[in-house]
């Protein structure tokens, strides 16, 4: 999965609930963090990063219906951001979705082609869906 802390800890708040909730997730507080992080996504209306991050809470939890629906809100209120694509591929690989996460990691890579978190995710998913199925090989 995308390691969201790694993002967290990289990206200027744009409000004061999501440096708070960015501070409770680096603390793995999920279910506090999942609160304030609803507070902000109705304050912030326009902005992806908190969806994300509420997603990233529902992932970690393994509630990963959940995480997808976040994650998809997300990248409807910023389809040309490349993250949420792959979050929806993260959690769709966790629910055993197998082709649609592929399609989300390749949409995440013909949005942004050089961005290396893209990158790095899609050689994970081939990696780990080659020792699942030796002769498959998954290409771009």
Not at 5 to 30: C, D, F, G, T, Y
Request: hydrophobic content about 35%; proline content about 6%.
């Amino acid at each position: 999965m995308v390691d969201l802390l790694v993002v967290l800890h990289n990206m200027e708040p744009i409000s004061a609930l999501q440096e708070e909730a960015k501070r409770i997730m680096r603390e793995r507080r999920w279910d506090d963090a999942i609160q304030i992080l609803q507070k902000d996504i109705k304050a912030n209306l326009n902005d992806p990063w908190s969806p994300m991050f509420l997603g990233s809470c529902y992932y970690e939890i393994r509630d990963y219906e959940t995480a997808l629906y976040w994650f998809r809100h997300a990248h409807c209120v910023d389809p040309e951001l490349p993250t949420p694509l792959g979050l929806q591929g993260d959690a769709l690989h966790c629910l055993g979705r197998f082709d649609e996460a592929r399609e989300h990691y390749l949409h995440a890579l013909e949005v942004a082609p050089d961005d290396e978190l893209g990158n790095k995710n899609w050689k994970r998913f081939c990696e780990l869906q080659e020792k699942q199925n030796p002769k498959d090989r998954f290409e771009r």
